[in-house]
């Protein structure tokens, strides 16, 4: 499992500059365990940007987010509103980032940063295996 930590949301409005609608995806795997990109954090997130002014068109925690076939296909059934938005922000990890980018493209705007490759010991507690995806 990829660990992530949330961006500062500052980061990701600057990121988002000059983008008004705005696609929201989250993780149901990794994210979700690490609470950076789970229901929770898409529900918080979208509250946030929309109290910035921003207009959230649609959001979805994707069961997998680097399962780069079901991100196109909610992308696809969801076309409608993809179609309208800006930009999509996507809460997991490079892996989901990198699965929406395939998918769409939209301006597509990482939302967590990548921490460690890691084992889960029990709840919030994580065990590095492998900082290959961590900062430099």
């Known amino acids: 499992m990829i660990i992530s930590k949330k961006k500062p949301f500052e980061e990701i409005l600057e990121d988002l500059e000059g983008d008004k609608k705005i696609v929201i995806l989250g993780c149901g795997e990794c994210a979700t365990a690490t609470r950076t990109g789970g229901e929770p954090e898409v529900a918080e997130m979208k509250a946030a940007l929309e109290a910035e002014g921003k207009a959230v068109v649609f959001t979805e925690v994707v069961h997998t987010g680097c399962h780069e076939l079901d991100v196109k296909r909610i992308l696809r059934v969801n076309k409608e509103a993809v ?16 699965a929406a980018r395939a998918a769409s493209d939209k301006h597509v705007v990482p939302g967590c940063d990548p921490l460690f490759l890691g084992n889960i010991q029990r709840s919030m507690d994580f065990l590095e295996k492998c900082s290959t995806v961590g900062p430099a």
């Open 83 to 98: 179609d309208q938005a800006d930009a999509i922000l996507v809460l997991s990890c490079g892996a989901g980032t990198q």
